[in-house]
């Protein structure tokens, strides 16, 4: 199953594999584009229908879009090396408050604020 992890957050990644396991988990498939091969379930449950696919990513597509403003500022913050680069010379100019990573940090993050 594919899930995003956001500090103790893991959320999923919209789509048929994700829904699938989520609405019948352990349960075994394949997938095209228009339809469900092949399904096993040892527990015997009916597959999902394609109603119940549907709302299913609807709700992950939700989610996921929630966290948008954590995948942009991830791409845009410097590295961890580049980061502790910039907190080295602040500490040693002594400019923790007003320095060269808090002003870089708090840029990225006014960019893409966190939704309320």
Do not use: C
């Not at 410097?78 to 808090?102: A, E, T």
């Amino acid at each position: 199953m594919a899930f995003k992890k956001f500090g103790d957050v893991e959320y999923p990644i919209p789509g048929i594999n994700t829904a699938m396991q989520v609405l019948r988990p352990g349960a075994r498939w394949s997938a095209t584009d228009s339809s469900l091969d092949g399904y096993e379930d040892d527990e015997g449950r009916e597959p999902p229908t394609f109603e119940e696919l549907e709302e299913e990513i609807r709700r992950e597509f939700y989610i996921f879009n929630d966290y948008e403003y954590e995948r942009n500022r991830e791409k845009e913050f410097p590295s961890v090396i580049d980061q502790l680069d910039l907190l080295y010379h602040d500490i040693k100019n002594n400019n923790l408050s007003d320095g060269s990573w808090i002003k870089t940090i708090e840029s990225v993050k006014n960019k893409y604020p966190k939704p309320e």
